[in-house]
């Protein structure tokens, strides 16, 4: 018997999706709002920027978790609505993405309106959490793929991307292999132009060859600029 209305769990992981961890830990390591810092996102890489590596690092975990765990509590209270699982993990990247609790009326970058937004992060550590909710073994997948994206191209943007396809992947191999029901390729499916679509900045970046790097690509980068603005002089 459901005990909880379908609606009120959607509502349940898009609010789980929205707390922000980031927001807190940051300002719990350096008192500094990580809205203010790099990219202005609240998820793992700026609070990395923002406060250093443990600070990432424990975003990472909470924003993993917030994905995973709606998706547990649909299949422990509704286990035979795949769909309603899968939904929830999107709420969860949503909320993550565009947080109630962020509200912001900032000047747009490009046009200088002020307007209504809702902030967040990216949805890469949020979408690995889902994908950890519906299949447990994802894990040890699509974490050292992110890993190697991330710290061998240098930008979170990229690693984004590619856990969404790497998910949509192997919910699909389970499928086929009968190991998942059908509906769980959708998480993937679904979620991939949420995470494009928050990413529409790096994306243009990226088109413009100067995103953000991270880790040693990005030490590079700044002792290339080093050197050649000393040599400049």
Known sequence: ????????LLLTGYLLGAFPFGLIIVWLFSRQDVRQIGSGRTGATNALRAAGLSAGILTALFDVLKGAAPIWLVR???????????????????GHNYSIFLVDRTPDEETGRKR??????????TTFGGSIGLWGWSAAIVLPIGVLVLYGLGYASVATISVGLVVTLIMTVLYFAGESPWQYIFFGVII????????RPNIRRLRDGNERMVGWRAKRRRQAEAEAAAKSV
């Open 116 to 125: 209504f937004r809702l902030k967040g992060g990216a949805g890469g550590a």
């Open 1 to 8: 018997m459901t005990i909880l209305p379908d609606g009120l």
């Open 192 to 199: 991939m132009p949420v995470l494009l679509w928050s990413l």
């Open 76 to 94: 422990a209270i509704v286990p035979d609505k795949p769909w309603l699982a899968v939904l929830a993990g999107v709420f969860a990247v949503v």
